[in-house]
């Protein structure tokens, strides 16, 4: 099982990136995939969280409106799109997998995904 998280880069505050977080192993569509970020210093943070199904999402209050989760199933592939960049969304963005369904209360909870992928840098610069 593994999953690479990849589609990093520097771009200016208020553009947009897209990464990716490819799954193999196993059949994407029967996990919750989330996604996570850390920047220098500071404890990991969940992000955004779409579940297996592919039709709840859960999203951070600090990005939503901003970011959008996707999944293609068919690609084994799970999308994290950023928009209206901020300079504090600087940092490595990790997607993580588990078997078993979140809720809102839990999804950012990374104790509680099982398997982690290598993370992907992103910087926005002011």
């Known amino acids: 099982v593994q999953l690479q998280a990849f589609g990093g880069g520097l771009v200016q505050a208020g553009g947009s990136l897209r990464v990716s977080c490819a799954v193999s192993?196993?059949?994407?569509?029967?996990?919750?995939i989330g996604w996570f970020r850390q920047a220098p210093g500071k404890e990991r943070e969940g992000v955004a969280c779409?579940?297996?199904?592919?039709?709840?999402?859960y999203y951070a209050d600090s990005v939503q409106g901003r970011f959008t989760v996707s999944r293609d199933n068919a690609k084994n592939t799970v999308y994290l799109q950023m928009n209206s960049l901020k300079p504090e969304d600087t940092a490595v963005y990790y997607c993580?997998?588990?078997?078993?369904?979140?809720?809102?209360?839990?999804?950012?909870?990374?104790?509680?995904?099982?398997?982690w992928g290598q993370g992907t840098q992103v910087t926005v610069s002011s």
């Open positions: 779409i579940q297996n199904s592919g039709s709840v999402t």
């Open positions: 993580a997998a588990d078997r078993r369904p979140k809720r809102y209360s839990n999804y950012d909870d990374p104790s509680l995904y099982h398997y």
């Open positions: 192993g196993f059949t994407s569509d029967y996990y919750t």
